[in-house]
Structure formats: C-alpha cells, structure tokens
C-alpha cells in the first residue's frame, strides 16, 4: 500500500515538474502546433523523459523497499530491527509475583550470533538471554531456568509492567511480545518497511550475482550456454515451423483442396495455447532437445501458416489481374505478386511466433531441463536464490525485447512497403 | 483480321442466395484497331463486367470475343489494363514496375532499359525511376499504370475509371496525355469513365450503357478526340456541339438513374 503511494507520488510529481516546469522552457515542436491533440492518436508520442523517469522510478522503489547501497541511507525506508534489546516479564507463582529480565539479540539471518550471556539474579524468575533473526520470530521459554516453571504453575502475567494473557500482545522497543496459547513470550522483531532479501535482494546483489554466475556459471553451464540454449532453441523450433507453415499457408490460400483438408486442424490447433502440449511433448519424446524443439516447432507452425494464408488471402484482386494482363504466368504471380504481397503479413506472424516461442520455451524449461533460462530460474527458486531468479526473469525479458526489436528491425529493411499498399 | 469483336455477349451472376443479376444482355460492339471507345451509363450498368469480359478475367454466361481472328479464353499481354488505383506493386520500384511486363517474356536488359526510359520520358517520370511506388501522388501513381501498360506492347489498353481518383487539374492533364498516347502508339482503346465531359473528350466512339439488363442504349460518333490531340482541352470544351452534346447525354443518364430509382421505390 505504501510503495503504491509512493509510486503514485512520484508519477504525479514528475508529470507535473517535467510538463509544467521543465517543457514551458523548451520551443514547441510541431505536434504542439496542432490545435487538436486529444483524440489524435498520431499526436500521442511517448514522452521520454517519462520513460526515462519510469524506469529510474522501478529501481528507485527497488532500492528503496531493499535498503540498497546504491541509495544514500536517508532514502531507506525504514529497515528492520538489529541489536539488541531487552525487556521484563512478570512470573507468577503460588501468589507471589517476580520479575526478570529477558536480553534479546536480533540479528541478520546471515550473521551466526550466540545467546547472550546473563546474570540470572535474585528472586525466583531469572533472567534470560535469546536471539532472534531478523525478520523471523522467536519463543521464548523463560520459565526454563527459573525456580518455579510452568509445571510448577508458574506464568507470565505482565511484561514491561503491562498486564498480558495468551493471546495478547505488548510492544516493546524492537518489536512485540505475543503470549502463546500456552503461555509462553514470542517475540517478533519490528520488520520495518524493508522487503526481506529472502523474497527480494537488493538491485546490487542481483547485479553482483550476475557478474559470479556469467564467470562462474550455474549448475554446469555458463549463462551465456543457458541463454543460448533456450535462444538455439527457439531459433531452430521457429525455423522448421516457418519452413513448413509457411508452404502450408500458401498451399491453404491457394488451393480448395489443401484449404479443405488442412482448415479443422489449423483451426482447432490455433487456440490450444503451445504450454498445453508440454506434457504431451514430454511423454513423446522426453525432455531433450528433440522434445523443446518438436514443442516450438509446433508453437511457430500454426501462426506462420495462418500468417502465410492470410497474407495470400490479402492479395489484391486487380494486382493479380494487371500481372495477368501483363503476360505472367502462373508461376511469375507467385513469384512475383504473391509472395512479395504476403511478406508484410508474414513477418507480423513470425514477430508473434517468436515471441510466442519465447515465453514457450521458458516454460518447457521450467518444467523439465538440462540448462536453459527457465531451468535457471526453476533451480534457483528451489534453493531460494532469488537474486538469481530475478537476474534470470530480467534477461528473458530483455532478451524477448531484444528479439523484438531485431524483427522490427528486418521488417523495415525487408519489408518497407508494409502498410502503404 | 485486326480489331476486337464483341459478340452477343450476356452475363448473368447467380448470386448465393438463389437470386441473378443479369449484368449484360446481348451487347455487340466492333472496334476496329486503333480506335477510341469511351463507355458511359449508370452506376451499376455492367461497365466494369464488360471490361473484365474483354480482357479475360470473367467468362461471359453466352457470347463470344474474337480478337484478333482467335476467340478469347484469358487473361493475355495483348489486353493490357489500367486499373483506377491499387494495382500497381508497391514492393518494385518505379522502373520494375514499368519493366513488370517485359521482364515476364524475358526480354534482354538492355532493350528492356531503353523501353522503360522512353516510356518514363513520355510520361514524364523520369527523375522518379528509383523511387518507391508509395513515395508517388495519385497522378504519379497513375501515370506510371499507364506507362507500365504500354510498356508490354498490348493491341488493346482497356482503362476502368482511371482516372477516377484525380483532382480536376492533374485529370486534365492526363486526359491530354491519354490522347497524345493514343495518336502515337495506335492502340486501341476502350475507357470507362463515369465524367460525360471525359466521355467526350477521349471518344471518337462513345457508347451510353444502360441498366438492368446491362445493355447498349446510345452509340455517338465525335470528333472532339481528333481535335483534342495536342490542343488545349479546354478549348475543344468551347466547340459549338460539345456543350448540346453533353446536355444531350447528361439527361440521358439521368433519366435512367431517375429510372432507376422509382423502380426501387415501387420494389420498397
Ligand atoms: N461478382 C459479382 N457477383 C454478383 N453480382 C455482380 C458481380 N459483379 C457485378 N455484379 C452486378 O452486376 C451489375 C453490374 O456491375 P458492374 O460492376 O459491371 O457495374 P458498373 O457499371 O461498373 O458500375 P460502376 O459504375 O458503379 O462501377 C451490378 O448490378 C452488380 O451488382
Ligand atoms: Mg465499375
């Protein structure tokens, strides 16, 4: 709730520092000329400093919320317990009541501490030594060293001079005391508004253990082996399914027979999402590489060849007259008509199956893998390393974007003609 | 023997829900080679079938098509069109796109070069050879689908509203354009336009279609064709007929447009 109002604040404040402020200085460009902007969709430009903001935002909040180092320490927010701390409890036995003192270290889970040492005192509560880890709760038996112990009907009555039953709770510098149902103090260490490294380490650590991993690798394998196994595998699925949808879709867009024949299965295979047939893929042909591959291939095979159709399909019907009337033959019109004039639909379909092969090999991976960005990221979260499981989720996105970005890049240079038909 | 016959031609769409449409009913026309046919009428008249009829893209429902002494079946290269906008192929250049029909029958490069550099002079597009075919305007775009139509030769050019999409300025000069084409290449020509002044300007012949059935109702001889090559348009819309001439034809389509829609009045 807090980082959601912090995250909010700093959106509505940067909107208005960066429009308000910052742009009044700068000379209008020309969409500011229009007199209309709302509701023309061409007029909305992403603002960069806003993209520039939101993400320096992500990692401002990341730090913030992890203590990170890389922030000055006014911009923690506030950080869970450490030290030490004590408070008294209240035994009552038989009538009489005693106090004692019980010393608690709270440490980091990382850190080894011993129990601190303690003069017992006088009367017949002792006082007691404990520790803590920051972040998790301890009980603590007080009555194990004192005269008289539960068995003896001694219980906790009060701590810091409060009045307490089963059930209840006191704070005290540090944290709280919460009784037990069978009378016994539990002390809970404050928490702060830190997250625990535990569910999610600070942006430095994950950047150190990037750095280990890419030169020491992980379970056997460098990252980059298990980055590019998952990208060898997405290539080589895609490729086949390209190489064989690709025909297919032509032949769908071309010929009553093959439209026929071919039209149930596309179309009940289209929306059987890729992750369905893992299991299927795995009992067929195990969880090798011919398994991922066979599951990618089929992942690329129905978008390229419902790309392919389409793109046929979409052909002008007066491109195809003129070539006729300009002496083409058949085969000239595919060549030279056709298949040029499926090109833009076509490489819309591969940005998709790459995509959608992407995230599908992930997923295989995180089921069953040797190596592979997903079989990374699933080993991780098994020994709690999230700091790699984070490094591990970064990468497959940016490298999902990368991929993006690369066909974006082919379609325009390949493709230039792409909407203007 | 030389020209296009068009004999006795019917067509007749069933359409999917049981119905027809009876878009020609026993149209016969002669054009001997070289001559230059507009086609006028209604929306709906059956102009644009009976071009696909004459250059191969429908097979008429009865009647037949000799050109040239051999019937028509097809598509062929000796039917050239110019379609009103769209066809031209957006991934070839300029040139590629005028050099469409000449690199099909594999004429060698370099005669292939020098016809595409003349046509690109005549129709003045010389400097836009490399260019992309969206980088055009719409006359541009035009004027290429003129170019890349001469460029394979054909007996006959038939033009479905080509000129359809075009401000009055530049329609004016590519009207110009179309006749001094017409006088120095010789071919044949059938153009259908829905503008009466075009009509006139670009017909020795001009044909008045009308609807329901598709049909030829009128047929006129003009001079205004010979006049216009290499003149000023808008002087040979100064003749003493062109202006009864257009009255005459303006209300005869009227009429049938007036026609037409008290019958789908009365059908309502
Ligand atoms: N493929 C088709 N299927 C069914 N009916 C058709 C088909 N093509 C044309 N028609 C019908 O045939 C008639 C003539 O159509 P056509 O396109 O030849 O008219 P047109 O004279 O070219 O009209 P416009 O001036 O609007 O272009 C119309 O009634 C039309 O609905
Ligand atoms: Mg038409």
Redesign the pocket.
Known sequence: MIPLLIYIAIFIAAFFIVTKVVQKAVPADYTSLKTVTFGDESAVRPNRAAGIISILTIFLMWGIFTGSNLLPGFLHAPGPFEGTTTFTYTAEANGETDDAEVTVIVHPREVETNTPEVDPGDGFAKNDGAKVAQWRTGLINVDRNDDLTKSDGAQVVAINGEAIAPGETVYIDGGSVTLSDKGTPNFEPTRGWQMEPLYLPAPEEVWTRTITIASEGFRNFTLVEHLGYSLFRVIVGFLIGALVGIPLGYAMGLSNWFRGWFDPIVEFMRPVPPLALIPLVIIWAGIGETGKIILLFLAALWIMAIAARAGVSGVKISKVHAAYSLGASKWQIMRHVIIPNSLPEIFTGARVAMGVCWGTVVAAELVAAEQGAGMMIMTASKFQNTDIVIMGIILIGVIGFGIDMLMRWAERILVPWKGKG | MTGLSIQNLSMR?E?PNGGA?Q?LQDVSLDLKEGELLSVL??????????L?IVAGFLAPTEGKLIMNGHEVHGPDAERGMVFQQGALFEWMSVRENVAFGPSMKGMPKGEKAEIVDHLLDVVGLQDFKEKAIYELSGGMQQRVALARCLANDPDVILM??PLGALDALTREKMQSLVLKLWKETGKTIIL?T?SVEEALLLGERLIV?A?RP?RIHTEYRLPFAELGVGADLREVKKHPDFGPKREEILSMIWDMEEEIMGRTEDAA
Request: hydrophobic share 30%.
């Open positions: 769409f359409l449409v878009a009428g209604p929306s709906g008249c059956g102009k644009t079938t009976l696909n479905d509203e259908i829905h279609m609807p598709g």
